[in-house]
């Protein structure tokens, strides 16, 4: 006795719970269409998904690649230098720092374009005097990081601004 009493009670459960999920898919898929329709979105979805995933690995990709061109690119730079001004000057170029007595070729390489350029020329001396990088101030103004004299193309003095 006990034991059909427990079924019947499953069973009726069961029957509610069909009777719920039927109402439910009724009301959400009014017609095979609608659920072809969402299936077809999630599909659309997934592919999306994947397909920003592999344009992602690719980026990545040419971005490693460009950055190791970049690096063999500054290895050749830094041999060079090396072999022309010594290992000092090597290590300072590897800082990114800027001396005393370092030549102008150098410093265009370590702190790149020059802006703010003056010349002035004697009988016995060049001397010029560049900024280096420029930006725009919060007052729409330009300012520069560091201001560099030179006398026949060596530096003389240099000032962070």
Request: one cysteine or more; glycine letters at 4%; proline letters at 1%.
């Amino acid at each position: 006795m006990f034991f059909v009493t427990e079924t019947l009670q499953v069973k009726a459960w069961g029957f509610v719970f069909l009777s719920v999920m039927a109402i439910f898919t009724r009301t959400w898929f009014d017609n095979p269409k609608q659920i072809a329709q969402k299936i077809k979105e999630v599909k659309e979805q997934e592919e999306s998904v994947k397909r920003r995933e592999r344009e992602k690995k690719e980026w990545q990709k040419r971005e490693e690649a460009q950055r190791k061109k970049q690096r063999e690119k500054i290895a050749v730079t830094r041999k060079e230098i090396e072999q022309e001004y010594g290992s000092e000057m090597a290590a300072l170029f590897d800082k990114k720092k800027i001396c005393i007595g370092m030549p102008s070729q150098l410093v265009k390489k370590i702190l790149g374009t020059a802006y703010d350029k003056k010349k002035q020329v004697t009988k016995d001396t060049v001397k010029e005097s560049y900024k280096y990088g420029r930006r725009k101030n919060r007052q729409g103004n330009w300012a520069y990081d560091v201001g560099v004299r030179f006398e026949n193309n060596i530096v003389v003095s240099y000032r962070e601004l």
